[in-house]
Structures are given as C-alpha cells and as structure tokens.
C-alpha cells in the first residue's frame, strides 16, 4: 500500500498558472502508473491526466489538453501536475492517484487506481 499527499493547491485568477504536487511514502512508485483526478461539488471524479511507470507516456483529459502537463520523478517519489491558462471550470479537488501495480497501460477509470491521496482545493477565480 501507498500514501499519497497532495500540496500545492490554491486560490488563481482565470489565465494563471498552478503546480500541484503528489508526494508516495510506503512503497516505491516505480511499478505504477499514476493519475491524477478532480471532483467538482455535484460532480462525477475526472479524469484529467496520466502517466505511465517511467514517464515516457503520458494521456490527457480532453478538456486539459494543451494546458495541464503531468510529470513524475521516480527519485523523490513524487508526482506533479503543471497547470497553465487556468479556467474557473478547473476548480475542483484534485487528487492523485497510484494505478494498481503491474497495469502497463494508462487507466482512465478510476477503479483501475488502488491508492487515493485525500487532495488539494484549486479555486480559479473569474
């Protein structure tokens, strides 16, 4: 089992930028592909990105795509979500989510992930 904690969260204008970041303890991430969701108040959790063990693929949420960019670092263990151009439909809770292991591909359900972080608010303002 993995625990996962998301930081970075906050309060941006429309068109800002925001990192947010997923750090793993337990076990090594190395063997999971990793994603990251959001929930709106009211609203179905989201898909918005993925990657896979090594970093050398990644899949995007279509409403994401050119603006978000998911990367890892297998080092430290960490997982962040860049994200550009910012929109007040982008407000959510995002959380990040470790794949269950041995699963090559990049799952865009989220019962293919086994290990959920608790989240972190991002709030764009208009």
């Known amino acids: 089992q993995v625990q996962l904690v998301e930081s970075g969260g906050g309060l941006v204008q429309a068109g800002g930028s925001l990192r947010v970041s997923c750090a793993a303890s337990?076990?090594?991430?190395?063997?999971?592909?990793m994603g990251w969701f959001r929930q709106a108040p009211g609203k179905e959790r989201e898909f918005v990105a993925g990657?896979?063990?090594?970093?050398?693929?990644?899949r995007y949420g279509d409403s994401v795509k050119g603006r978000f960019t998911i990367s890892r670092d297998n080092g430290k263990n960490t997982l962040y979500l860049q994200m550009s151009s910012l929109k007040p439909e982008d407000t959510a809770v995002y959380h990040c989510?470790?794949?269950?292991?041995?699963?090559?591909?990049?799952?865009?359900?989220?019962?293919?992930?086994?290990?959920w972080g608790q989240g972190t608010q991002v709030t764009v303002s208009s």
């Open positions: 989510a470790a794949g269950q292991p041995n699963i090559v591909d990049i799952p865009t359900t989220p019962q293919l992930y086994s290990d």
């Open positions: 337990g076990r090594t991430l190395t063997s999971s592909a």
């Open positions: 990657i896979n063990r090594t970093g050398g693929s990644t």
